[in-house]
């Protein structure tokens, strides 16, 4: 019996090991490794070539960090990212769930329409998306500069003008949709007799908004910040083909910078991780907070 019981345990651990073992593994070589080889990149003075050649690797200390802190190009892709983060957290996030609750009370008619219309920006790629846009509003021969030249035919294409505030518009209302089924989701799941017993016992829609629903998503709240901080930062492939973070790097994001350093002109690795890894240190800190405010208002899943 002993015997049995011991040959059944560690059956179960081979089981689990031969679960686990293929995403621990995708794990450790498509994230861990990369993550990890970013670092010993951003602190070497590996310029491109073969890397185990004469005078073709050697330790750069710090020296990576201190050229991106002292490149006022960095700070302006920041001053970008941070732009791209408040609109997410206090722009996609609060929209998405007003859109949700209004969708789920059946406020108004439509809703699968309303629904399907909202979320649609999430199912087409952020490149057609990117090229539409540039089409349309930021390129001299766009549809806006032709009705433009309509009215006044000696009006002047002006590159860069309200560039980032255009890209700020497209990622609110491209993103929108997905925090507002999210949300849609959950609310589907709060007890709507409980919300009807509180109308029944005079409760306005603010008080129920606070006191009932808001409670019952404050743990969604947090997983939607942490989405929309991540995605954030990686932001890319729309702004790329938007504007390519010109005119004059006014609309550049750290990955865009990142990608300049990289495969732009003389390759400069090392700056090029160093980039990568102050992203994620950033974003680190920033979910952290993020954290420490879901423990301090007592957030709940």
Avoid at 33 to 44: E, G, K, N, Q, T
Avoid at 112 to 122: D, R, W
Wanted: a positive charge.
């Amino acid at each position: 019996m002993v015997m049995r019981d011991s040959l059944t345990k560690t059956e179960e651990r081979a089981a689990y090991i031969m679960l686990v073992a293929p995403a621990l593994l995708l794990y450790l070589f498509v994230m861990a490794f990369p993550a990890v080889f970013s670092v010993f990149l951003s602190l070497s003075t590996y310029h491109g070539g073969k890397f185990f050649g004469e005078n073709a690797f050697g330790f750069g200390g710090l020296k990576a960090y201190r050229d991106v802190f002292a490149d006022q190009y960095f700070y302006l892709a920041l001053k970008n990212n941070v732009y791209i983060v408040l609109v997410s957290i206090f722009g996609q996030i609060p929209l998405g769930f007003f859109l949700a609750y209004i969708l789920n009370r059946g406020l108004i008619k439509g809703v699968g329409f309303f629904q399907a219309m909202i979320y649609l920006p999430n199912v087409i790629a952020a490149v057609i998306i990117g090229i539409l846009f540039n089409r349309f509003l930021l390129s001299s021969s766009s549809i806006w500069m032709e009705i433009q030249r309509f009215f006044n035919p000696d009006v002047e294409f002006m590159p860069g003008k309200n560039s980032m505030t255009i890209i700020l518009i497209v990622i609110l209302w491209m993103y929108t949709g997905m925090y507002m089924l999210i949300f849609l989701a959950n609310l589907q799941k709060i007890d709507v007799s409980i919300i009807e017993a509180s109308k029944i016992d005079g409760a306005s829609e603010m008080q129920t908004l606070r006191h009932i629903v808001f409670p019952a998503l404050s743990g969604v709240l947090v997983t939607c910040a942490i989405l929309a901080i991540s995605g954030s930062l990686r932001s890319f492939d729309l702004i790329w083909v938007m504007t390519g973070g010109g005119p004059a790097r006014s609309t550049s994001v750290l990955s865009i910078y990142m990608f300049e350093k990289a495969f732009r002109r003389a390759p400069d690795y090392p700056v090029a991780n160093a980039i990568s890894t102050i992203m994620v240190v950033i974003c680190f800190i920033l979910i952290g907070i993020t954290r420490f405010a879901e423990k301090r208002l007592g957030a709940r899943d």
